[in-house]
């Protein structure tokens, strides 16, 4: 267990409805990534925040959005969705705003899939 | 459990062997991997790491070895056990600014007989 909290477990919608994902960052981490995981692009950074502020961004869609609150939690919208929007969504948390060798801990996942 | 990937590299080793799982890297600028252990259906676990000032870094059972020069990767598990099964993956750390993103590579799938 890495200390990150990823809920809910699964999502089922259908197309052009709108979902949030959330996480729970390791107690004191104060950085946490978004990831998506599909068959056919491997792992993906979407995007890092720290300590509330928005700090790198990746391949992320402009039909989703993030955001990070100040008890640290963060939340992933997913608006628009489409079927290839189906995929794992994984939550890592740092201690720090991450400059070089920093580990990341990786949640449990939120396993989206788009009907 | 859940495919993270239907077309991965895989590797198919007997229980107490060795294991080597091959990564390339493509940005020379990369100064900090990571491998990660990704067991069906749960999140990456981190494995171990190394700096781009070092060639070699050991830990329990495995074995980072770093080639700068071929931007090559690779990591080696020691007298493999079936819970060693898992897709790794390597992951690049390009640097720059306060800007942090793990580049991750597509994952090997191991598999451990008994």
């Known amino acids: 267990d890495s200390g990150v909290t990823q809920t809910p477990k699964h999502l089922i919608t259908a197309t052009g409805q709108r979902v949030t994902l959330r996480c729970s960052p390791r107690?004191?981490?104060?950085?946490v990534y978004w990831y998506q995981q599909s068959l056919d692009q491997g792992l993906q950074f979407l995007i890092q925040?720290?300590?509330?502020?928005?700090?790198a961004k990746g391949n992320i869609l402009e039909r989703f959005s993030a955001q990070q609150f100040p008890d640290l939690h963060s939340e992933l919208n997913l608006s628009s969705l489409e079927l290839g929007d189906s995929a794992l969504y994984f939550c890592a948390s740092s201690p720090q705003t991450g400059g070089l060798y920093n580990e990341q801990f990786f949640g449990p996942g939120t396993r989206l899939t788009v009907l | 459990g859940e495919s993270v990937g239907l077309h991965l590299p895989t590797l198919s080793v007997q229980e107490g062997d060795n294991s080597i799982i091959n990564c390339a890297y493509s940005n020379s600028a990369s100064d900090y991997f990571i491998w990660y252990k990704q067991e069906s259906g749960k999140g990456p676990q981190f494995i171990i790491d190394i700096r781009s000032n070092m060639d070699k870094r050991q830990g329990q059972r495995v074995t980072v070895l770093l080639n700068k020069t071929v931007k090559h990767l690779s990591l080696q598990i020691a007298a493999t056990q079936p819970g060693d099964s898992a897709v790794y993956f390597c992951a690049e750390n390009r640097s720059g600014g306060s800007n942090y993103k793990l580049t991750f590579g597509k994952g090997t799938l191991l598999t451990v007989n008994p």
């Open positions: 107690s004191g981490d104060l950085s």
């Open positions: 925040y720290y300590n509330g502020e928005e700090r």
